[in-house]
């Protein structure tokens, strides 16, 4: 079975930073990317990077979060500086597979902006 596992999150104050760590199980990943849903709100996408493309960012987050991946390209980064309290949510690690129909989610991991 793939597994995604997410490490990184905890509590922050504002404007400061924060990085994001994903490892997957798997090596043939087409995209990795995060989403992160606050309570009561739907998820959404915070950013987007396809093997060998250029990352894709939501507006909110554009200026201040970076996603990479390594060099193996079974592990997704995510950079986020300028941390605001609207950030706060659970984050979870995205994955697309080569040939799979199927995408992979990871079981999230806490992200708390706050003073």
């Known amino acids: 079975q793939v597994q995604l596992v997410e490490s990184g999150g905890g509590l922050v104050q504002p404007g400061g930073s924060l990085r994001l760590s994903c490892v997957a199980s798997?090596?043939?990943?087409?995209?990795m990317a995060w989403y992160r849903q606050a309570p009561g709100k739907q998820r959404e996408l915070v950013a987007r990077l396809i093997n060998l493309g250029t990352p894709n960012y939501a507006d909110s987050v554009k200026g201040r979060f970076t996603i990479s991946r390594d060099n193996a390209g079974n592990a997704v980064y995510l950079q986020m500086n300028n941390l605001k309290p609207e950030d706060t949510a659970v984050y979870y690690c995205?994955?697309?597979?080569?040939?799979?129909?199927?995408?992979?989610w990871g079981k999230g991991t806490q992200v708390t902006v706050s003073a």
């Open positions: 798997v090596f043939n990943i087409y995209a």
């Open positions: 995205n994955a697309d597979l080569y040939g799979d129909v199927n995408e992979y």
